[in-house]
């Protein structure tokens, strides 16, 4: 493995194997960093002879079946998967044609159980054998899909303390332009103050920026880096996989837009349902709860027939009641008539009769109307804390904040129960995101803040310019 690149080819780098920069001035040799990286990296990597005998794994295979690199050497690659053997002749002329190919197999594990993994195979040649060379991982998509997903190039960069001493190919092909423009534009990153202080201390950190391919074209670049040990080796080593992540990001902004337009259209689903059962349900409820008094009033009835039709009478108030609560939870009128301060104190007042939570308000006591957008979300996530506190905190008492600034508007929702379970704050189901969903479409933020004596939500929105406050 240390005559060639991982990909087969010779690597590139931009100062040479002696670079004084990336060395310090250093006599000593680098290390082999072919070597290196498949030691250190995730894939599964190994090569496999003529004879189909596994002549070189490391150690993320072995992890993935629970063999030692002893035991795995001493195997055929048709030990491992019961369809290699047949296959073995055809597959080893095909790959040395030149014909590289993905290809999907079941391997079996030191347990006995199967791994369905996803490997990229290549040819090489050395001065006295030929290898596959076999790099992958275990295959994420349905057993029932017999197309394998390719698996995405990525550039990997060694680095001596902040600077690139070696890159594979895939710089310049992955991004479509010169490796040296992505080397600078890294090591600048890298360069910016407190930047690899992570990788010093042992621990792996993600970045990313803007970048422009020759033509112009915007691009976003992301990238991991993680610190590598050599025993021995003084200065600071580590490895960054960079990946183009435009698609990524164009992805999310498409979801983004999704999510938004969902939340839409589901207000005004609810604000639909809401004038309807108030304008038609409710109304037809109103004139039977007539119908029935008059009955009740106007003819002689005997004393069973009496008692059921106070008891329809008494059904129908109670409908009309429960009627008229289900509108103003889907939609409360005074959200569009008076605005959200006064929608917020009508609210709790209500929530406070229905569940017995004691609402404490601190409300300004003059704010313009906000924009329709801003008064639902924070509305809606009033909603949907009080019930929260209501069902899981413990607490009788809650806290609503509202606050108006020259360019956001606070809300605070809090209560004096047990607080969440250490480390839940971020994965506690689909309300909280449903919340942090509502802030960020609006360009704000929803944070949490919990202990033994309670939990606040915090929800910051910036505010557009022709409302703001002079």
């Not at 349900?281 to 709860?289: C, E, F, K, M, P």
């Not at 250490?422 to 506690?428: C, L, V």
């Amino acid at each position: 493995m240390s005559d060639f690149d991982i990909d087969g080819s010779p690597p590139e780098t931009r100062r040479g194997r002696g670079a004084g920069r990336a060395t310090g001035g250093s006599a000593e040799d680098p290390p082999d960093f072919a070597r290196l990286y498949v030691e250190q990296a995730d894939e599964w990597i190994s090569c496999i002879d003529s004879d189909a005998r596994l002549s070189f794994v490391n150690p993320a295979l072995c992890r993935a079946l629970g063999y030692s690199a002893e035991e795995l050497s001493s195997l055929h690659a048709w030990d491992l998967s019961p369809m290699t053997r047949e296959s073995w002749p055809q597959l080893w002329s095909e790959i040395k044609q030149g014909l590289s190919r993905s290809v999907v197999a079941e391997l079996r594990t030191r347990a006995g159980g199967i791994v369905q993994a996803h490997f990229h195979l290549k040819h090489v040649t050395l001065p006295h054998a030929e290898y596959l060379l076999c790099s992958g991982r275990e295959h994420a998509a349905p057993a029932e899909s017999a197309e394998p997903h390719p698996i995405e190039p990525t550039a990997i960069f060694i680095l001596i303390k902040g600077y690139v001493e070696d890159s594979n190919r895939y710089g310049a092909e992955l991004f479509g332009c010169p490796s040296e423009q992505i080397i600078e534009e890294l090591e600048a990153a890298l360069g910016q103050s407190g930047r690899m202080v992570p990788a010093i201390h042992g621990q792996d950190f993600a970045f990313g920026w803007q970048s422009r391919r020759p033509d112009g074209s915007p691009f976003h670049i992301e990238c991991t880096v993680s610190r590598i040990e050599i025993e021995g080796r003084v200065p600071l080593l580590a490895v960054a996989v960079a990946v183009d992540a435009s698609a990524s990001r164009k992805s999310e902004r498409s979801l983004a837009r999704l999510s938004g337009r969902l939340l839409e259209m589901q207000d005004e689903e609810r604000r639909r349902i809401a004038r309807d059962l108030h304008d038609t349900t409710g109304q037809n409820l109103g004139a039977l709860n007539i119908n029935l008094s008059m009955i009740l009033t106007t003819y002689a009835l005997d004393a069973q027939a009496r008692e059921t039709l106070e008891e329809c009478i008494a059904l129908t108030d109670s409908s009309i009641r429960e009627i008229r609560t289900l509108s103003y939870l889907l939609h409360p009128p005074l959200l569009d008539e008076l605005g959200l301060a006064s929608a917020l104190r009508a609210y709790s007042e209500g929530y406070a009769e229905r569940t017995g939570l004691h609402v404490d308000l601190d409300l300004p006591d003059a704010m313009p109307r906000l924009p329709q957008a801003i008064e639902i979300a924070l509305f809606r996530i009033v909603q949907e804390g009080l019930t929260n506190i209501h069902r899981h905190s413990g607490s009788s008492n809650a806290i609503l904040r509202l606050k108006y600034h020259r360019k956001k508007v606070e809300l605070e929702v809090a209560d004096n129960g047990r607080g969440l379970p250490p480390g839940t704050a971020s994965r506690i189901g689909v309300g909280i995101a449903g919340m942090r969903e509502r802030a960020r479409q609006l360009g704000g933020r929803l944070t949490i803040g919990s202990s033994e004596t309670g939990t606040t939500l915090h929800i910051v929105l910036p505010l557009p310019p022709e409302i703001a406050p002079a």
